[in-house]
């Protein structure tokens, strides 16, 4: 995909606008955070992310609380995209500065029009959404769905997506707001890669990113190493791990834990306005141990962004396997290491604080 360098105009330093220092950002205190919240105790000797730190959290909160959280989306148009995307819509802290559409579960222009499609189901015919890359940095595009079924089930839009590529979109967003925005990627992260080669100071400028991505302990979900996210771009995977952003992971070792319950499902149908309520009033109906576990692999990452305190994380530098082997796509995390940018990996989750959470935003103004 050609993107061009365009004209910016100068920017604060974002580093003053962050409530962490950037220490803080780079390697988060060992002790033990207090226990305010539902989430599962922090074991001894683990590191905590910064909204869990005693330092952090306070201020955290008081920006989550006193301001819209500024929010830009990355999505490969899934069915739990589409339930990522209409949470944060419907979510009154949230305000979504634009979506981006990427490859992975379906070409990045059928990804876009599900994203158009699913914030007019939510109420926004606003929002930007941008195509973006098509294929990923270095290895032949796969689709996971190729034939779109959520595209089948929400049909098609009637907005058209933006003049821009998602990667431009992404830098003017936020350009225009310095240290405010959090991107969360739900897709393969190769708009995030076009877009450092856009701005290189994009680690320095956004507010954080969260990712629905990679696996640590157990097997992957689409080979036997790899996690699809990462799978279908190791390459973008392993640039953004490293190039210094304030990086949360949420990985399949928390998501696969999250899978909703008869009665989640059966909340979820009564909201009719939405297509798929008969397929989770079928899917309520059927015997938990005959349905498919259809973890919340997206929507969990989207409620980690707004409430942190969901998960605990582990950091350190995390290593993507980018060779031609059959480990391609494995993620690693390191530590140890005492050089590189850390990131954050999510190992634990609070799964009934989670689901509460997601219902209560996925049914917010029913
Ligand atoms: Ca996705």
Redesign the pocket.
């Known amino acids: 995909m050609k993107l061009r360098r365009f004209a910016l105009p100068s920017r604060p330093n974002a580093r003053d606008t962050n409530p962490c220092t950037t220490a803080q950002r780079r390697r988060w205190p060992t002790t033990t955070a207090p226990s305010t919240s539902t989430a599962p105790p922090t074991p001894p000797g683990w590191n905590v992310s910064p909204a869990n730190s005693p330092t952090c959290r306070g201020k955290e909160w008081w920006r989550v609380r006193s301001a819209p959280h500024l929010v830009v989306v990355d999505?490969?148009g899934?069915l739990?995209?589409a339930l990522a995307l209409l949470f944060l819509a419907r979510h009154p802290a949230v305000r979504l500065l634009g979506v981006g559409s990427v490859h992975?579960?379906v070409p990045a222009p059928a990804a876009a029009a599900n994203a158009l499609r699913v914030l007019e189901l939510a109420g926004d015919d606003h929002t930007p959404v941008a195509l973006g890359a098509d294929a990923p940095l270095k290895q032949d595009v796969h689709f996971r769905h190729p034939d779109d079924p959520l595209g089948h089930l929400v049909g098609p839009p009637t907005r058209q997506p933006a003049g821009e590529s998602a990667a431009e979109q992404l830098v003017r967003l936020t350009r225009a707001h310095p240290g405010e925005v959090s991107v969360l990627a739900?897709?393969p992260m190769t708009n995030l890669a076009h877009a450092l080669d856009v701005d290189p100071d994009l680690p320095r400028l956004l507010r954080a990113v969260v990712a629905?991505g990679g696996v640590f302990t157990g097997p992957g979900n689409i080979t036997e190493h790899a996690e699809s996210?990462v799978h279908h771009d190791p390459d973008a995977a392993a640039r953004i791990c490293t190039a210094g952003f304030d990086l949360t992971l949420v990985g399949l070792d928390v998501t696969r834990q999250v899978t909703p319950t008869t009665s989640w499902l059966r909340a979820l149908a009564a909201d009719h306005s939405m297509p798929w309520a008969a397929y989770a009033q079928l899917l309520a109906d059927t015997p938990r141990e005959q349905r498919p576990p259809l973890p919340l692999?997206?929507p969990l990452a989207a409620a980690v962004l707004l409430e942190p305190a969901l998960v605990t994380c582990r950091s350190g530098v995390v290593h993507v396997d980018t060779t031609q082997d059959n480990t391609r796509g494995r993620t690693r995390r390191d530590e140890e290491a005492t050089a590189g940018p850390a990131a954050r990996a999510a190992v634990t989750v609070d799964v009934p604080a989670s689901l509460r959470l997601l219902l209560s935003g996925l049914l917010a103004g029913q």
């Open positions: 999505t490969d899934g739990d995209d992975g579960n739900l897709g629905m996210n692999h997206d």
